[in-house]
């Protein structure tokens, strides 16, 4: 048995396929904007990775956007999602708040 799907052995890999597609991860539209944070595209990719990691549970539309300073190491991030749902926050770059990982945990902090 896969999930609550009862599968000949044979037809696992379709089950969990047909799992995967049709589970929490298809309907889950995440949006990230990520501007003047003077971040190499690779880090921006690992950024938005850790932000869509955070909100894979979470149902509905969300946008986060990331806005740099070029004043300082602060950058604003903003997330909104599913009913009203608004929220932002100052990430400080000298705490470590603007490392991928980092970025990732406030924003599963900020949707519970």
């Excluded at 539209?29 to 595209?41: L, Q, R």
């Amino acid at each position: 048995m896969l999930g609550r799907w009862r599968v000949p052995a044979h037809d696992a890999g379709l089950a969990l396929r047909r799992f995967q597609m049709d589970g929490i991860f298809h309907n889950m539209p995440v949006s990230v904007e990520i501007h003047h944070t003077s971040s190499d595209p690779g880090h921006r990719e690992e950024i938005t990775a850790h932000i869509e990691h955070a909100l894979a549970d979470q149902r509905g539309d969300w946008n986060v956007s990331i806005i740099g300073s070029q004043a300082s190491d602060r950058w604003e991030m903003k997330i909104l999602g599913p009913n009203g749902f608004e929220r932002t926050y100052m990430l400080e770059g000298a705490s470590g708040e603007t490392e991928p990982q980092m970025i990732g945990r406030i924003v599963g902090r900020m949707v519970k």
